[in-house]
Every structure is written in C-alpha cells, then in structure tokens.
C-alpha cells in the first residue's frame, strides 16, 4: 500500500519537474543552434529522455494524488 508523500518529496518532485521541463527546452534549443551533427544527435538522444523523466515524475504525483489530505 502507498503512502501519502510528504510535503518535502512534493516539493522535490515538483523542482524535479520544473528542472526537466527547462532541460527540455535548453536542449530543443541547443538542437536548433549546432550544425556538428554528432552533437546534434546528443541533443536529439537528450530530450526524449528529459521527457520520460518528467512523465515519471508526472505519473509518480497522479499515483499520490488519491492519498493528499483533503482541504
């Protein structure tokens, strides 16, 4: 059975978030800048893997949602 998450891993996880959704961008960026494709294709590996962390995260917060304290 889970346990409700405590407010210091909700505020982990949410700067977690925020951390993956600018790396995300910085890397979308970064893509459109470089014209060296070995590192274009770093960036190209980077951002769906920021993705996948950031849909984790996502999913770990829609899994604890049922446990909050109600307000």
Request: aromatic share 6%; hydrophobic share 35%.
């Amino acid at each position: 059975m889970m346990q409700p998450i405590t407010a210091k891993e909700l505020e982990y996880i949410t700067d977690s978030m925020s951390n993956e959704d600018l790396l995300i961008k910085q890397t979308v960026v970064a893509l459109s800048h470089t014209q060296n494709p070995a590192i274009q294709q770093l960036f190209q590996q980077f951002t769906p893997q920021h993705k996948q962390h950031y849909q984790q995260l996502l999913t770990t917060l829609q899994q604890h949602a049922p446990l909050a304290p109600k307000q």
